[in-house]
């Protein structure tokens, strides 16, 4: 990930009790409404590919915290994030103006539902995303744990505009090139990008390019079969009952960490 010019960072209020105050290594902006950036990592931090942690910044004398999907996978040494930019957002409005130097908070306890602990056993795994929906999966296809359950990965991600799909087509490259990941990958990971306002996908929700086979078409592979399949989804609202319906429909069961299923769920926050 390319970076800005480094600043100093600057903390007007104190830094919160029981929160970690990181430092921004790296940002990048892909469009005017999506940008990344990654932080230093607590070296006590650990959590579960596909969880998410509260972020916020030393801007208040009460910061205002809101749930974000770790990016990064659970081996990394620093800590990822993909936000969208929301013009006059308590958080966002400000952390899109972050720069590498300033200061991160972060509270100590990750959670989430997109954990392999919450699915059961299968040969399938399906990622459904929209927009910044895509960052929990970020960290899902980069853990070699995934390829470890799973004979073959299908990552989708739709978005309005095809410039907002490039963070995921750039995951994806690195991934599959990734000197510690490519062994593990191999030919397993395959991902599908549409666009509801340009070219052919143009219109279509990614729940259309199910149900008229067109995704599975152009991936080559069968339809959605809940004996062996398990799925993922982070995203929308509306995506995210689009495709549970679909779902459950065909015989998919919500699962949760104390009861695996053949699907899960992220309700904590939408993109």
Same mark, same amino acid.
């Given at each position: 990930m390319s970076s800005v010019a480094t600043s100093e960072a600057t903390t007007t209020f104190p830094i919160p009790a029981g929160v970690f105050a990181e430092t921004v290594t790296a940002v990048k902006h892909y469009t005017d409404r999506l940008f990344a950036f990654r932080m230093t990592r607590p070296a006590s931090f650990r959590f579960r590919s596909g969880e998410f942690v509260m972020?916020?910044?030393p801007n208040a004398e009460k910061p205002v915290f809101r749930a974000y999907s770790i990016a990064s996978p659970a081996w990394d040494e620093e800590l990822? &994030? &993909? !936000?969208?930019k929301v013009p006059g957002g308590p958080l966002t409005e400000h952390l899109q103006k972050i720069k590498v130097g300033d200061t991160v908070l972060m509270r100590k306890k990750p959670t989430g539902t997109l954990v392999h602990d919450a699915l059961l056993?299968?040969?399938?795994?399906?990622? &459904? !995303? /929209?927009? +910044? %929906?895509?960052?929990? &999966?970020? !960290?899902?296809?980069?853990d070699p744990e995934t390829y470890e359950k799973f004979d073959q990965v299908v990552l989708t991600q739709t978005c309005r505009q095809n410039a907002e799909l490039d963070y995921g087509r750039e995951l994806v490259e690195t991934t599959r090139n990734d000197e510690l990941m490519r062994e593990f990958v %191999?030919?397993?990971?395959?991902? =599908?990008?549409?666009? +509801?306002?340009?070219?052919? /996908?143009? %219109? =279509?929700?990614? /729940? +259309?390019?199910?149900?008229?086979?067109?995704?599975?078409?152009?991936?080559?592979?069968?339809?959605l079969d809940p004996a062996t399949d398990r799925a993922m989804i982070c995203g929308s609202m509306a995506m995210l009952r689009e495709?549970? %319906?679909l779902l459950k429909a065909r015989g998919f069961e919500e699962g949760a960490n104390n009861k695996p299923g053949t699907y899960v769920v992220e309700r904590a926050f939408v993109d």
């Open positions: 972020i916020g910044l990822e &994030f &993909f !936000s969208i056993p299968g040969k399938r795994l399906f990622l &459904f !995303s /929209t927009g +910044t %929906g895509i960052a929990p &999966f970020a !960290s899902v296809i980069r %191999g030919d397993k990971l395959l991902f =599908h990008a549409s666009a +509801t306002r340009e070219g052919e /996908t143009r %219109g =279509h929700r990614v /729940t +259309t390019l199910i149900e008229n086979g067109k995704l599975f078409a152009d991936l080559g592979i069968g339809p495709i549970e %319906g």
